[in-house]
């Protein structure tokens, strides 16, 4: 019956905003939605995009067909999206690194987000994680820095130019310490050094690192969102330990081509607000560790990614950082 109300609830959405655009209200969508994840398939992006491709499917009545693009950090199924036509039929699942950190960090990105794409919604956040070996002589950010101050210090990321990379090098800047990157390919190898005593910590999304954490192998030391994460209720923020302000979440939201009809980004954003009330959907992203976001318009959700770009841009900038 609920599902049923919202199903009809969003008709009659859809036959409001469609008005006078020359489409049927009945016609959106009238065949399959292509959802690109510019990730490999198994990965929390992909999962995420998954669990959002369903709800689409059972609130708007047509098939949302999961597509993966992975490579290049995400750019390379980026650009699919990018050059996709903007019908309301294809979507690409956005994050941090291909549509905030790719037009800093690439020069020759063959896309921008601001004029390329569209917000359709935001999904969910999660901050990152400062996770150190138990025997790395510091438990807190104050040790942390003190260490640093006292010789050189190494930290390790999923990869150069990640958003775990550039979150260290937003630290760097805020604390005034100078750090040794060792970039690894991907969560899994960092943590192997990490836990391995080759490198003494990392920064890390908390879903990927939350088990090694909660059972002891991995200490952590301080999480980048402004409130504690739900999900390391224990562990204090940077901001809190010194450094007000400092904030460097990770997210995963949906847009579309620039061009999309707004009737069409309407539907789409409703759809997925309703989802994010739904127990079943926030149930299943606190098993990824991912907090589902708030209710939100598309214009809201384009003032965030604006904010975003703005933001991770200047960091890559006083950073240095370059992709090799």
Known sequence: MEEDMI?????????????????RAA??????????????????GDLIGRVFAEQITRRLGQSVVV????????????????????DGYTLVLISNGPYAIAPAIYPKLTYHPQTDLVGVALLGT?????????????????SFVAKARGGQLTFGSSGNGSTQHLTMEYFEKTAGITLMHVPFRGSADAQTQVLGGQ?????????????????????????????????????????????????????????????????????????????LTDPAVTSKLATMAVTPAGKETPAHFGNFLRSEIAKWGKIVKESGATID
């Open 7 to 23: 199903k009809k609830g969003l008709c009659v959405a859809a036959l409001c905003l469609l008005a006078g655009t020359g489409a």
């Open 27 to 44: 016609d959106y969508p009238s065949k399959p939605i292509r959802l690109i994840v510019p990730f490999p398939a198994g990965q929390s």
């Open 67 to 86: 597509e993966n693009r992975p490579g290049a950090g995400g750019t390379l199924g980026t650009d699919v999206a990018v050059r996709s036509a903007p």
């Open 126 to 142: 999660s901050p990152q994680v400062f996770a150190a070996n138990p025997q790395a002589g510091f438990s807190d950010i104050k």
């Open 199 to 275: 490198i003494p910590m990392l920064v890390d999304s908390v879903p990927a690192s939350l088990a090694q954490i909660k059972a002891g192998r991995m200490k952590a030391i301080a999480v980048t969102s402004l409130q504690r994460s739900e999900f390391l209720p224990d562990v204090p923020t940077v901001a809190e330990q010194g450094y007000p302000g400092f904030e460097a979440i990770g997210w995963f939201g949906l847009a579309a081509p620039a061009g999309t009809p707004q009737p069409a980004l309407d539907i789409l954003n409703g759809a997925v607000q309703a989802a």
